[in-house]
């Protein structure tokens, strides 16, 4: 069995441990004579799995119990459209800060819905930094304030959760959920597709206050009506039963590896490595803030673009894979998720190291 | 390992072969080193397994050209809404025929777009039966024409595809798809959710005639915009990609066990064997009109419904599972999907008999 260091941005390395239980037991679950892929979601098997993810989740996050959390299909672009058409609950306006691509589509479809004020940017800066706090022009009146917790393409995270007042905080969290200590209780709504830090593509994880759903758009389908779902525990229709399976394994992956303190203290040493070796050096480089830097993704950029394929080349024979940068931004990007053990950064910095040694 | 007989209704039993080769892949996909949960679905090795996928099912299912194949999530329960945003295409009106609950939820949902004819039903008859061709109230001006192709929870089965004339024919087939030959040129739009005859629960298949799509409504979500889709050969976002991959083998799995051709002559002997039997005592009945029975989802009850909890004990004891009805009608239900071999029917009736014999 051949096995690659995986620097995917999503879908994305998952543990080796769950894969191995998911193999194990992909013919017959705990002796039920079924694959997971083969029971019925309302088969006391299947709801076992289902309640003891979400208890699992709820735990490690922890997630105070006047908040729901739901299980849903369509990715964080489908959330891009359901969170307006569940949460403008009768207001015009929405607030966005932008840092980065996936604000910018997700300000668009909200845009659809809702009268979009973008309160910080930093477009300007070419999406390397998170805008001062002090600078965002809140409105009061909005609905919610949209933010993107860590921007997978240009690599900009925001360092600790931002306090936006009684205007309900919503943040996509596809691409840095479960990777350190977050507090639940300063957001109104968190969202994340599962591809990077919970599961397989496929499943979305939508987090939400009790007092914000129960007002959807009169034409919101039933299976993105956040009340509706919450009634019916994720069920109202046949769930991505096997990613909420495989999701759970993860959540309980963390939970015997210390819990979200534990895995953030490994994402930061991660990042730190990956990092300081390229801050010591001028054949890379990155350019975001300091403080916004991402722990999950690390674009970086060669001096000489020209050695951008040789690099590839070199890290794939290397079975270093997945490193080619977004194409809006172009060089290379280590994602290192959960994941993403400590050993493979240094792979890929001893490769790193002697590529520049060699061409430089 | 132990291995039930599943007659659950879905998500339901497997192709054995399609488990195995998944489970012998589940670390290392081809020597990529990466399990298909892993992959970017940008890489090449995903884009593979999702061409291979799509190529086969056209093959099998003999889908002309000028159809477009979309692999999206949701389930059918979502395509109930977003079909009359997709296809409305400045119309106001769309006909419906129901024959059971699931077509009564669809046009519920469509009631919300659109003004609702109902152009034949059979709920009188208590969903027994498929309300016949001639008397059908068809508005000309109708956007599209709805059927339930097989309703699961009653066993009712269109025999053949059904002729709207100029109207589109819309078919909510989650439960017959790729059970036996059927024409796809009669159809302007047919959907299913992959968990019975395709794979695991959370993909959803359409497949729409091409002159159809290109009209969303203008709130209509990117991901669930037929168009938008199309032209992103369905990845406009991360599309389910372990769904996709299973449902490919499967695929594969049609075309080596002879096809639609093949398969249909299996699930026609299967029916025939359980229904014969039904028919040929008094102990079990199945109310549906001969010519409207369902081959895919077999409902039956005992003449003493104060037995039917002694069956179902009996029958879990002998590993024959998923064999409790629908709420909704009571009694028993046996789906024998294409996966579920003929000896497994076979065991089933034995132990009908058996129970029978010693409690009548």
């Not at 931002?162 to 300063?186: E, H």
């Not at 957001?187 to 206050?209: H, W």
Request: charge should be neutral; charged fraction near 20%; glycine fraction near 8%.
């Amino acid at each position: 069995m051949k096995r690659v260091v995986n620097f995917s941005a999503g879908p994305a390395t998952l543990p080796l441990e769950v894969l191995q239980q998911v193999q194990a037991e992909l013919l017959d679950w705990q002796g039920s004579g079924m694959s997971v892929m083969e029971m019925s979601h309302r088969g006391k098997e299947f709801m076992s799995i289902a309640a003891a993810a979400e208890a699992d989740l709820r735990e490690v996050a922890g997630i105070p119990a006047n908040y729901k959390v739901l299980f849903l299909q369509g990715g964080a672009t489908g959330q891009f459209s359901f969170i307006p058409m569940n949460l403008l609950r009768g207001k015009t306006g929405v607030d966005f800060v932008l840092t980065g691509d996936w604000g910018k589509k997700a300000a668009k479809e909200a845009a659809r819905h809702a009268t979009v004020n973008v309160a910080a940017t930093s477009a300007d800066a070419k999406f390397t930094q998170v805008p001062d706090r002090a600078s965002w022009k809140l409105d009061p009146n909005a609905a919610y304030v949209h933010v993107t917790s860590n921007e997978t393409i240009h690599g900009v995270e925001f360092a600790a959760d931002p306090d936006t007042g009684a205007v309900p905080l919503v943040a996509d969290m596809s691409s840095n959920i479960l990777s350190r200590p977050f507090d639940v209780s300063k957001y109104g709504l968190i969202y994340a597709g599962a591809q990077k830090n919970i599961g397989p593509a496929g499943l979305t994880i939508v987090v939400v206050r009790d007092d914000l759903i129960g007002q959807a758009a009169p034409l919101t389908p039933g299976i993105f009506d956040y009340q509706q779902m919450a009634d019916s525990e994720s069920m109202l229709n046949t769930p991505p039963c096997f990613a909420w399976y495989v999701s759970g394994l993860v959540f309980k992956w963390i939970k015997a590896n210390g819990g979200l303190a534990g895995v953030g203290e490994r994402n930061a040493a991660k990042a730190k490595l990956l990092y300081d070796y390229i801050d010591s050096q001028d054949f890379y480089r990155n350019p975001v803030a300091k403080a916004d830097r991402s722990r999950m993704n690390v674009p970086f950029t060669l001096a000489n673009a020209e050695l951008d394929a040789e690099f590839l080349k070199g890290a794939k024979a290397a079975d270093l894979d997945g490193l080619k940068g977004h194409r809006s931004v172009g060089g290379m990007r280590a994602s290192i998720y959960n994941a993403m053990p400590i050993e493979g950064v240094q792979q890929l910095v001893d490769y790193m190291k002697e590529f520049a040694r060699t061409r430089a």
